[in-house]
């Protein structure tokens, strides 16, 4: 699976990589992603996971020039699909338990 992509914008020549972190991840659904509701690929969804893919190399970069750009992307539905599959990663890495029998696994307990 790639863990990267790059987009190059035609009209400025610039290069984006697009990929995804826990920092992307939490920065995703900040801004309204919901990977609960990514199952059915509304727009709104497949512009934000695209949008929260620049988060890590590319933080400073507006969301107007990211739109400008998703608005030129071709083959919107692949791209997205890839783009969730990389979010994935990261994202089962901040929600699965860690493995048991590791000595150094935090535990917690509820007190009064």
Known sequence: MAK???????TTKQDYII?????SVVYAESI???VTKAAT???TDMVTLFRAGFHKNHPFVSKEVVYG?????KDKQGLFGLLMD???VP???LVDEPKDGDKGNV???ATE
């Open 91 to 93: 994202y089962n890495a």
């Open 32 to 34: 309204g992603f919901d």
């Open 19 to 23: 990929e995804f972190d826990r920092d």
């Open 86 to 88: 990389m979010f994935m």
């Open 69 to 73: 750009i998703w608005d030129r992307v």
């Open 107 to 109: 535990t917690w307990e």
């Open 4 to 10: 990267k992509v790059t987009v190059t914008d035609p």
């Open 41 to 43: 690929a509304y727009a």
